[in-house]
C-alpha cells in the first residue's frame, strides 16, 4: 500500500507529464503552422537535415519564437526526418503516414509526433517503431505483353 504522500508524489508527477506533452503538442502545431508557410512561399518543405538548417529555413520568417523548436521540459530538439527534407508534400503519397518532427519517448514511454499532414498524435512504440521501420519496396508491375496469336486448333 503506498502513502498519502506517494499517491500526491505519483499524481503531480502524471500530472507533469500531461502538462509536458500538452505544450509539446502546442510546439508542434505551432512548427506545422510554420512549415505550412514556408511551403506556401517556396512550393517545398524546408531542409530537415539538421537542426541548424531547419532552424534558418522556418527563423525569423516564417517562425519568430524558436522556442518552439525543442521538446518542452527536456529542451531537446525535436527529432527530424531527413528523409522529407526539400520534398514537396504532393509527392509523398501518405502525409498521414509520414512523420516531420518526433519527441524521444516520454516517461510513459509515448512519442509526441508531427506528421505532414499537420497532424499531431502519441505514438506508442509499437506505432513509432512501424512508422519508422524500413518499407519494403514495392513490387515492380509486369510489362504488358503484346497479345500473341492462338495456336492453331488441333485437328480432330
Aim: hydrophobic share 35%; net charge positive; proline share 9%.
Amino acid at each position: 500500500m503506498i502513502s498519502a504522500t506517494e499517491e500526491i508524489a505519483q499524481q503531480a508527477k502524471a500530472g507533469r507529464v500531461m502538462r509536458v506533452t500538452q505544450t509539446t503538442a502546442q510546439n508542434l502545431q505551432a512548427v506545422a503552422i510554420s512549415v505550412a508557410s514556408y511551403e506556401a512561399e517556396t512550393g517545398h518543405l524546408p531542409a530537415t537535415t539538421s537542426h541548424d538548417a531547419f532552424k534558418t529555413a522556418l527563423s525569423p520568417k516564417f517562425l519568430t519564437d524558436t522556442s518552439v523548436l525543442v521538446e518542452s521540459g527536456t529542451d531537446k530538439p525535436f527529432s527530424l526526418n531527413p528523409a522529407v527534407s526539400g520534398k514537396k508534400r504532393g509527392k509523398i503519397e501518405t502525409p498521414g503516414n509520414v512523420f516531420l518532427l518526433a519527441t524521444g519517448p516520454n516517461a510513459k514511454g509515448t512519442r509526441t509526433v508531427l506528421f505532414l499532414s499537420g497532424e499531431v498524435r502519441e505514438l506508442g512504440a509499437d506505432g513509432w517503431d512501424s512508422l519508422t521501420a524500413p518499407q519494403k519496396p514495392r513490387p515492380v508491375p509486369a510489362e504488358k505483353s503484346a497479345p500473341v496469336a492462338s495456336p492453331a486448333p488441333s485437328p480432330r
